[in-house]
């Protein structure tokens, strides 16, 4: 089983940083194959902010990128999401994702992030 704790979720404004943490510990016999970001605005599906396979390879979301840098801790387990330029539109809940190596995924409970123009 996998656990994810996030932190680092608030309200700020528009123009503005944040940077969300996610610390994941597991008791599987698996491990992980990747760990990142998603988040789901009202109204809205669930989509990719980006990911950070443990092969080194990442995936940044089209309205992200430039804004957003993903990093990983592979001995924490901890995937950090440093957020700057932060716009009205990235106001969502944002979930942390771990994959396992079979192709499971986990997710955390979300933490809120709130940008004001």
């Known amino acids: 089983q996998v656990q994810l704790v996030e932190s680092g979720g608030g309200s700020v404004q528009a123009g503005g940083s944040l940077r969300l943490s996610c610390a994941a510990s597991t008791t599987g016999r698996f491990g992980m194959s990747a760990m990142g970001w998603y988040r789901q605005a009202p109204g809205k599906q669930r989509e990719l902010v980006a990911i950070?396979?443990?092969?080194?390879?990442?995936t940044y979301g089209d309205s992200v990128k430039g804004r957003f840098t993903i990093s990983t801790n592979k001995i924490k387990d901890t995937v950090y999401l440093q957020m700057t330029r932060l716009k009205p539109e990235d106001t969502a809940v944002y979930y942390c994702?771990?994959?396992?190596?079979?192709?499971?995924?986990?997710w955390g409970p979300g933490t809120q992030v709130n940008v004001s123009s």
């Open positions: 950070k396979a443990t092969s080194g390879s990442t």
């Open positions: 994702n771990y994959k396992d190596w079979p192709g499971r995924d986990y």
